[in-house]
């Protein structure tokens, strides 16, 4: 056998020679210092003309995700200020757009005209109708003074959660942190 089938062989043979809580280790990155990799210098061992299929499988299994708790202690007001204004803006403008669009749909299929002879029959009166322009002018001015108002409670409610966190040491959230980054392989891919 040449070189190149030697290292292919140690290549294959490396990770049936491995246990399952040696490889748990390894995924879980426990693994003492001391110990060294052996898919780290299987994959040294195989020259360019290796199988690329190969490397690329062993470079796929070297990622990892382990378990982190972050801290948050402070929430910056004025980017709480700048997402909320436009949140509440576009929420305004989504509402505007749907309630006019229910507005002529309802009034396509005849649903304002009921609902003004429904009033005057059930209070008695002469002369009932709806207004779309000053319905419309209303909600307009009341929709943008919530998002006023609900912007500037979101920034309130970001200053009393820092106040708050400088007493209580902040909020604790774990999370799942996984290597996205790959190596680059530098043998040609087949197919």
């Known amino acids: 056998m040449s070189a190149i089938d030697d290292s292919e062989e140690t290549l294959l043979s490396a990770p049936a ?3 399952f809580s040696e490889r748990a280790d390894n995924f879980f990155g426990e693994s003492s210092p001391a110990e060294p990799e052996t898919e780290t210098a299987a994959a040294v061992a195989v020259p360019a003309s290796g199988s690329p299929i190969l ?3 062993i470079q796929e299994r070297r990622l990892r995700a382990r378990k982190v708790r972050r801290l948050v ?4 007001p004025w980017s709480v200020l700048k997402v909320a204004l436009l949140f509440n803006f576009c929420m305004w403008i989504v509402t505007m757009v749907a309630g006019v669009l229910l507005w002529n749909a309802a009034e396509t299929a005849g649903t304002i005209a009921d609902v003004e002879q429904f009033a005057r029959e059930i209070f ?4 009932f109708t709806f207004d779309g322009e000053s319905i419309f002018n209303a909600v307009a001015l009341g929709g943008l003074v919530l998002a006023v108002a609900a912007t500037g409670f979101s920034v309130l409610i970001a200053i009393l959660l820092n106040l ?7 909020i ?3 999370v799942v942190e ?6 680059i392989s530098t043998l040609p891919r087949r197919g």
């Open 17 to 19: 020679e491995d246990t």
């Open 124 to 127: 008695a009166l002469e002369e």
């Open 55 to 57: 490397v690329e499988r």
């Open 73 to 76: 202690r402070h929430v910056e």
């Open 178 to 183: 996984e290597e996205t980054a790959r190596p």
């Open 172 to 174: 604790r959230v774990t």
């Open 164 to 170: 708050i966190s400088d007493l209580t040491g902040g």
